[in-house]
């Protein structure tokens, strides 16, 4: 019974699976994932399923029933106005089953791996470089004082005495000796050396409304998903910037909302400051992923074309620049950077219009396999 109840709760979770899949673009479209995101997994909601349960037989078939009651006494509902127990009459329609699947950041990479048709990335420099480091994750008995495991040692004491009946509850004492100290241990282990960096930049600038930010979390999202399941290590970094550029942390990437001028040459000048100081060109791969509007104050996209093809594409892996439709920008910059893409195999540009492009934006900068 045990292996029939296994084998047919693996064949539901295919079938759940295989929805998901099929409405994979809908939830990248859609940002649903932002919201349910964990540790590890996600919640999805999965519509539409069958969800098995007891068919009742039609009123009047009869029964057997154990308790007190008369011969002839009605059995369920009272006897009310309506077959309901308020006012109004009963719905027919059937409800709309919404079934919360976990699936593991891993497993949604492989999906969006597979419906994009993206080709794994292509390692470089010290992918294969690990580093030793020590993880203190064992006990043992002899040990410094330093590594003393004071709880650990302070049970073996307590232990000690109830078993030799030297324990007084009214009056505990608890000393412990040679025999009951334990100390933390150590096992060195390998860890893989950084072989990737991902930097994001995000305008936040006034032109660019809360639907062109969630538009832009969004894909960033998923663009982290699929590089995060193809490197060992990898590091990443966030620039936010309106006329000023600042480096943020992950969290505050995905939930600030700002307003003001734009500039887009100080997020260029602080991302060649982050690569300098944090990463080496020559053994990690260096991917940038920029999004704004198009809006760039006055002359501005003079600076930005220098410093990008004198210090940022010559030592990125890609650079790839997602531009979303605003109602306010005025989407000028792609086609600056339009100007210089044929010089620049690196350079990934794409635009997006609305949400539903999201998909294709994605493909456009993961299809090379860099």
Known sequence: ??????????????????????????????GEMLGRKGRETVSIPVPNINIPHFQHGEKGNGGVG?????????????????????????????????????????????????????????????NTIKTKKDRYTSIRQTGPNSLRHFKRTYKNALKRQIISQEYTPLKPTIIPTRDDELYRSWKTVNEPDTNA?????????????????????????????????????????????????????EDTFYQIRESGGTKISSAYELTSKIIKRDFPPEDCKIDCFQFSDGDNWGDDNNECLKTLTEELLPVCNLFCYGQVKSPYGSGDFIRELDKIKNKFENLILSKIDHREEIYDSIKEFLSTGK
């Open 197 to 249: 960096s991902i930097i994001y930049i995000m305008d936040v600038s006034g032109s660019m409304t809360d639907d062109q930010k969630d538009i832009v979390r969004t894909e960033a999202f998923w663009i982290d998903t699929w590089l995060k399941n193809q490197y060992d290590g990898l590091e990443r970094r966030y620039v936010v910037h309106d006329a000023v550029a600042h480096e943020v942390d």
């Open 1 to 30: 019974m045990g292996r029939h109840i296994e084998r047919d709760f693996s064949r539901f979770n295919k079938i759940v699976r295989g929805k998901v899949r099929e409405n994979l673009r809908k939830y990248i479209t859609h």
């Open 66 to 126: 154990q308790g007190e009651g008369e011969l002839g006494q009605p059995i369920g509902r009272g006897h009310g106005d309506g077959p309901g127990t308020g006012p109004g009459e009963a719905g027919y329609q059937a409800g709309a089953h919404i079934r919360e699947v976990e699936l593991s950041l891993e497993e949604l990479a492989g999906m969006l791996g597979e419906e994009l048709e993206l080709p794994n990335i292509e390692p470089k420099g010290t």
